[in-house]
């Protein structure tokens, strides 16, 4: 009995060491950091990775919105819910899409991420995104260019109105009609005209506005 107690501890010493590592900072700070040793014993310890920070994102969000592709993998691997919504009903596809993250948007499609590319399209242009990767991939994914907003305007005829050249730009290369007009019945050209925004009537009119 005596011989076998000492094997006994040694063997719950063993058992003990091998257990995955308690996490020393909380999730929130991991992931604000990038660290990912601390983001895996958050993992194998069995914290939330889908809750929302007090940012309102999810693991998953703040990983794509940084950039992070390792994060993003891992994340991925371990289960997370990838079409999850933040506090503003955006998914982690649609912040890695907007923030030019190709890369990591085709992570999350591949992980079954839905896209809305008409929807998100528009987006891009309320949000002023001047992006070139951004409409690429949107148009690459069947967005519709001229589709209309709730005031009737496509993204072309928003990124006029603010006076996004480079957005501009980006839409008629992509295919956008330039004769657009708006539902008072106002051309591209004109509303550009109106603003004295010349750069962006010259752009028009190099591609056929008239």
């Known amino acids: 009995m005596k011989t076998a107690l000492p094997l006994i501890l040694a063997l719950l010493l063993v058992t003990a060491c091998s257990g995955p590592e308690k996490p020393t900072v909380t999730l929130y700070l991991a992931m604000q950091r990038g660290d990912i040793e ?5 993992i194998r310890w069995g914290s939330d990775m ?7 994102y999810t693991p998953l969000q703040v990983a794509v919105k940084n950039g992070r592709t390792a994060i993003v993998r891992l994340l991925l691997r371990s289960g997370v819910e990838v079409d999850k919504s933040d506090r503003e ?11 030019g993250h190709t890369l ?17 399209m528009l987006d891009a242009a309320h949000l002023g995104m001047r992006k070139r990767e951004t409409v690429e991939y949107l148009v690459r994914h069947g967005a519709d260019l001229e589709a209309r907003d709730e005031k009737g305007d496509t993204p072309l005829l928003i990124a006029i ?16 009609d330039v004769r ?31």
């Open 38 to 42: 601390q983001i895996e014993r958050h």
């Open 50 to 56: 889908n809750r929302l920070n007090r940012a309102g």
């Open 89 to 99: 009903g955006r998914t982690a596809l649609w912040h890695a899409i907007m923030g």
């Open 104 to 120: 990591i948007a085709d992570l999350l499609r591949k992980a079954g991420a839905r896209v809305e590319a008409t929807a998100w």
């Open 161 to 176: 109105r603010q006076g996004n050249h480079k957005l501009a730009k980006h839409l008629v290369k992509a295919g956008a």
């Open 180 to 210: 657009a007009v708006d539902a008072q019945g106002r051309s591209a050209l004109q509303i550009a005209n109106s603003l004295g925004l010349g750069d962006i009537a010259l752009l028009l009119k190099r591609n056929g506005a008239t």
